[in-house]
């Protein structure tokens, strides 16, 4: 079975220090992983994705993050926080496409990031 | 505005009642996928849709849910006498299905149902 684990419920960062949000997945397989943001009373945006092309992967507004294959983790991170990505982080992963037809997500539970000025 | 609407935002029910809420995906996308969301949890697949037929259901949608999406467009997800468990956000996404596709979804704001 497929799962992720956020290791983290919630990290609270300075404005303009690293930010850092833990994710290990459990795979039998070499899955597609994710990373989802949620803003208070707004859909889920995508971030990032992983789809066993380059492990560094760089997303949207700064994040980026890396497949560890060898410590099955896919931790985010971004150099210098901001006021705005105060948020809801959600660790994704998708099994293997042939086992997974449908394209369904399985989402870990959540890393709620604060951001201090 | 081209991204996936999600009607109502807000229901507040006693319990016991029904409720329907509605989806309008992107208009390309052909995959529709509902998820369940509670309060500190991430959400949990509940469905989904290719154009209009329903392919998988996950041991969670019990027998008072139904979903359809009869003309492969919008999508309704009904809850029968509902109960004070059912309380949460019932999120949808959208895809389109493409070779290779790697499960990018694009999800609404969603639809938060209280039941007192």
């Known amino acids: 079975a497929q799962s992720v684990t956020q290791l983290d419920s919630h990290v609270s960062v300075s404005e303009g220090t690293p930010v850092l949000l833990r994710c290990n997945y459990s795979?039998?397989?070499?899955?597609?992983l994710f990373w989802y943001v949620q803003h208070p009373n707004k859909g889920l945006q995508l971030l990032l994705k992983?789809?066993?092309?380059?492990?560094l992967v760089k997303g949207i507004n700064g994040f980026e993050a890396e497949f560890k294959k060898s410590e099955t983790s896919f931790h985010l991170t971004k150099p210098s926080a901001h006021m705005s990505d105060a948020a809801e982080y959600f660790c994704?992963?998708?099994?293997?496409?042939?086992?997974?037809?449908?394209?369904?997500?399985?989402f870990g539970q959540g890393t709620e990031l604060s951001v201090k000025p | 505005d081209t991204g996936v609407s999600q009607d109502p935002r807000h229901k507040i029910t006693k319990r016991g009642q029904n409720v329907t809420f509605r989806c309008d995906p992107i208009?390309?996308?052909?995959?529709l996928y509902w998820y369940r969301q509670t309060l500190g949890q991430g959400p949990e697949f509940l469905t989904y849709?290719?154009?209009?037929?329903?392919?998988?259901k996950s041991r969670l949608l019990s027998d008072r849910f139904s979903a359809e999406r009869p003309k492969g467009s919008f999508s309704t997800l009904e809850i029968q006498r509902t109960e004070q468990g059912d309380s949460a956000m019932y999120l949808c996404?959208?895809?389109?299905?493409?070779?290779?596709?790697?499960?990018?979804?694009?999800f609404g704001e969603g639809s938060r149902l209280t039941v007192l």
């Open positions: 849709f290719q154009n209009e037929a329903q392919l998988e």
């Open positions: 996404a959208s895809s389109l299905k493409v070779a290779g596709d790697t499960g990018e979804l694009f």
């Open positions: 795979s039998s397989y070499s899955p597609s």
């Open positions: 994704v992963v998708s099994p293997l496409l042939i086992y997974n037809q449908g394209g369904k997500l399985i």
């Open positions: 208009s390309e996308h052909n995959r």
């Open positions: 992983y789809t066993s092309a380059a492990t």
